[in-house]
């Protein structure tokens, strides 16, 4: 298997991470890994917040609890009631993946994007989670205000985020994959 194979077999979504803030020289080859991603017609429809202000990310993990619970949804209340719930695993880095609401394919340039950084990461040894429950964070008028505090264009709608830092413990069993999704014509 060669490295670039290896790398995405041994990714996990990492759930717990350690507190120290990943390396400048970390965080900018998984930027760039991000902007390399393919997009329809090169569209490039996205836009990157990289957030790792502490202060920030936790106001942001309050205002996640908060609308998970006024979500109505049973999972999500359980999940936000639980005193050990941390909305983005202590995650020191966080990188909000939203696109161009006009773009036709914005949501699919994300998604490539998304898998690139997480990429990326896993070849530095940098844990990652991509996370579409983020969406719940803008679900308020006080999200709205926090997307434009933070910098996310006016115009482009949040797609997913993704954590990263260093893996705190080994990363979990891998999940057993579908083999019934492929079919050959040959
Ligand atoms: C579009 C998308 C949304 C996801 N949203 C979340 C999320 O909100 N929270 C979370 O903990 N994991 C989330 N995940 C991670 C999946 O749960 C995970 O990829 C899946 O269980 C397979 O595990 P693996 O990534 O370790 O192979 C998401 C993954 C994708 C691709």
């Given at each position: 298997m060669n490295e670039t194979l290896r790398v995405i077999r041994s990714r996990r979504s990492i759930r717990k991470f350690r507190p120290e803030q990943i390396a400048e020289h970390e965080l900018e080859a998984i930027v760039e890994s991000a902007l390399f991603a393919p997009s329809a017609m090169n569209a490039q429809p996205w836009h990157f917040t990289v957030i790792q202000d502490k202060h920030v990310l936790d106001r942001m993990a309050q205002l996640m609890k908060e609308n998970m619970l006024k979500s109505g949804n049973e999972f999500m209340v359980r999940r936000a009631s639980d005193?050990?719930?941390s909305p983005f695993y202590g995650a020191p880095t966080l990188i909000l993946i939203s696109a161009d609401?006009?773009?036709?394919?914005g949501q699919f340039d994300c998604a490539a994007a998304a898998q690139n950084i997480a990429l990326a990461a896993e070849s530095l040894g940098v844990g990652s989670c991509i996370m579409a429950m983020t969406s719940l964070l803008f679900a308020s008028q006080e999200g709205v205000e926090l997307a434009r505090s933070l910098g996310v264009p006016d115009g482009y709608d949040h797609v997913c985020a993704v954590a990263l830092g260093y893996k705190d413990g080994p990363a979990p069993a891998v999940l057993p994959r579908r083999r019934d999704v492929v079919n050959y014509v040959k």
């Open positions: 005193p050990g719930f609401a006009k773009d036709r394919f």
